[in-house]
């Protein structure tokens, strides 16, 4: 069985102090595919696919206090829809230039950089990245990412790599908010049984 990323002492201290996590959609989100289907000449439908593992893990976020939301260059209705399903609470598409709506997320979110985790993968991140107080590359970002991320997921986008962050916090429990020591526990079982699962069944590489 492949082991876990360590957390290094470093990691846990800049994670404790987590109140937001946004995060980048294709590529992140998802594996980075955009699956056109044709309806007319001029018209086609837009299919997205996301990962169940990383639902569960914005689940847990939730659970755990995290406030979270996306900011992408798209507009899409299917990622609306999903957004709107994992609770999140900033949702930002059409956004060409990252760090406008970053700031304004900033601004109603009333928070501080230090606070704010931020996941991507291509060049358009690497700006929020530079600001936030916890930066995450998932595991097939670009090399100036995974350059600049205080931490690189083991998984790939839009296969566990969102649900990877979330455990890299879920770990720490008072990074969470946990105060309940059975809660805790009862939620760390079931991320071990789900990280069992993942390395005895590895995807192919992309």
Known sequence: MAEFPKISAALKKRAA???????DVDGT??????????????????????????GQGLTLAHIAGLRTGC?????????????HEMNMEFIYMKQALKMPAYEEIVRRAAV?????AYVGD????????????????????VEELKETAHFTTKALAGHGAIRE??????????????????????????????????????????
């Open 112 to 116: 501080s950089d230090s606070v704010v």
């Open 29 to 54: 989100m998802t594996d980075g595919g955009v699956t056109l289907l044709s309806q007319t000449e001029e018209i086609a439908l837009e299919i997205k696919t996301f990962d169940a593992h990383d």
């Open 122 to 141: 291509d060049l358009p991140d690497l700006p929020v990245m530079r600001r936030v107080g916890l930066a995450i590359a998932v595991g097939n970002a």
């Open 165 to 206: 962050t979330i455990e890299t916090h879920s770990e720490i429990e008072r990074c969470l908010g946990f105060t309940d020591r059975q809660s805790a526990c009862v939620i760390q079982l079931r991320l071990s049984n789900w990280r069992e699962r993942r390395d005895s069944n590895p995807r192919p590489p992309a």
């Open 71 to 83: 900011i992408t260059g798209r507009q899409s209705s299917a990622l609306l829809r999903r957004a």
């Open 17 to 23: 102090h987590i109140e937001l996590l946004l995060m």
